[in-house]
């Protein structure tokens, strides 16, 4: 009643209660990215500065949407662009995406390849759960983005396999193909979150046709499951030093049937709060993904839909934006790449892998088993909270992406710093490398 006091809700016993919920909830953890994110946040709540490497976003203040999209946005909303969407996107988005598509890959999807979701996320969870039964396998290396959490989620066997630091942290037919003969899906990443590093050509060409041969040995022994490749692009539109995107149907035609694209607005556009991705795959599976999909609300937001069209269509406009966004991006990971390279130089215990994509640069910080004040630096996450607490600047272990050695891996994240920030990164590790003894 206005006037009287709240009601102050008593939730009782709360561990109690966590412990009585459904053994998928109880499996699932909070990611290491958002872990160090909210230590960060508290830190600034509290007026330290800290430079963030940590969370692979972009701050609109270096990073902007494009005009287009965003006039396209507003067009739409005060035209009353308010009411759901239809559920696998509107027409009009599709047909985009899919001239888009053809422009970017010269691979030509029909509309019924192509579903609208809100963000990348749910094109991942939704082709996990569309080809992934309970008890399948499926195989990803690491260090990747969250491929556990999704096997977790589809009840499905992970099958890891732990990359080389030599080839980018990217996997090679050697080290899958062992896998493939039972697994029902496999995923990779390129360019990798959270390496920055894509896979040469001809290995993932490699790749592509083992999954084809695979799949004719099933067909010819009849009666099993395909095995389904999912390829996480979302980063295609963001290369350094010329290396040029592959894209799966291009380079091998005949893994068609089998290949499942993520990709979608939010790093190529850095519209990553907008949420509009898309996946591109057989009708077959766009129309079971679609109905999975539309039972969780997964769709994107109306105008941010009409106003993707509006910039997919506008080929100058998208050319204008990839030549200021690659600029900045560029200039920001050769500035941090070649400042860890000088280092490394210098004999200090510190490596980096050139990036050729992406937002990232892979950092590695040779201090286990060295001490700081007398104390023994144990693993990656004492680096990790080390660097932070005595530099102010945040980065996420490798661990948080699945891998298990301890071999002082890093991702740092330049979407939302300055070129001013990333400078003031050396002097800092410098001063804090100096402090420490073998």
Not at 327 to 337: F, P, T
Not at 376 to 398: H, M
Request: glycine share 8%; charged share 20%.
């Amino acid at each position: 009643m206005p006037g009287s006091s709240p009601v102050t809700p008593d939730f009782g016993d709360q561990p109690r209660l966590a412990g009585s919920l459904s053994e998928l909830a109880k499996g699932m953890h909070l990611s290491g990215i958002l872990r160090t994110a909210q230590q960060v946040r508290e830190l600034k709540a509290k007026g330290t500065p800290v430079l963030d490497f940590s969370l692979g976003d972009f701050s609109p203040k270096y990073f902007p949407i494009p005009a287009k999209l965003l006039s396209g946005i507003v067009k739409a909303l005060e035209s009353g662009a308010t009411n759901y969407p239809p559920p696998p996107g509107l027409l009009s988005l599709r047909q985009a995406v899919s001239d888009y598509v053809e422009r970017c890959s010269g691979v030509r999807y029909p509309i019924e390849s192509v579903l609208i979701t809100c963000g990348g996320r749910p094109v991942i969870y939704g082709a996990y759960l569309t080809v992934v039964a309970r008890g399948d396998t499926v195989v990803y290396s690491v260090p990747s983005w969250q491929n556990d959490s999704y096997a977790w989620l589809s009840g499905a066997k992970a099958i890891e396999v732990e990359a080389k630091s030599e080839n980018g942290f990217q996997p090679t037919l050697s080290e899958i193909a062992p896998h493939l003969k039972n697994a029902r899906l496999l995923c990779l990443c390129s360019p990798g979150n959270p390496t920055g590093t894509a896979m040469e050509p001809q290995a993932f060409k490699e790749i592509l046709e083992a999954v084809v041969d695979e799949n004719r040995r099933r067909e010819k022994l009849g009666g099993e499951r395909p095995l389904f490749l999912l390829y996480d692009q979302i980063y295609s539109s963001i290369r350094v030093n010329d290396n040029k995107h592959r894209y799966a149907l291009a380079l091998v035609p005949a893994s068609a049937p089998y290949v499942m694209t993520m990709d979608g607005a939010s790093k190529a556009f850095s519209a990553t709060g907008l949420r509009v991705g898309w996946l591109l795959a057989p009708p077959a599976i766009i129309a079971k993904a679609g109905e999975l999909l539309s039972h969780v609300g997964a769709w994107a937001p109306h105008a941010e839909q009409a106003g993707m069209t509006e910039l997919l269509k506008d080929e100058a406009a998208i050319a204008e934006y990839r030549t200021s966004m690659d600029n900045a991006v560029h200039k920001r990971l050769g500035a941090l790449y070649q400042g860890f390279a000088a280092m490394r130089e210098e004999g200090l215990p510190v490596d980096a892998l050139c990036p050729d994509g992406a937002i990232y640069v892979s950092l590695q910080l040779k201090l286990r088993g060295k001490k700081i004040g007398g104390e023994v630096i144990a693993d990656n996450e004492a680096i990790r909270s080390l660097v932070l607490k005595e530099t102010g600047i945040a980065i996420v272990p490798f661990q948080a992406f699945g891998l298990t050695q301890e071999t002082g891996w890093f991702r740092l994240s330049i979407g939302a710093v300055s070129m001013e920030e990333i400078a003031e990164v050396f002097p800092r590790l410098r001063s804090l490398l100096a402090k420490i003894s073998s």
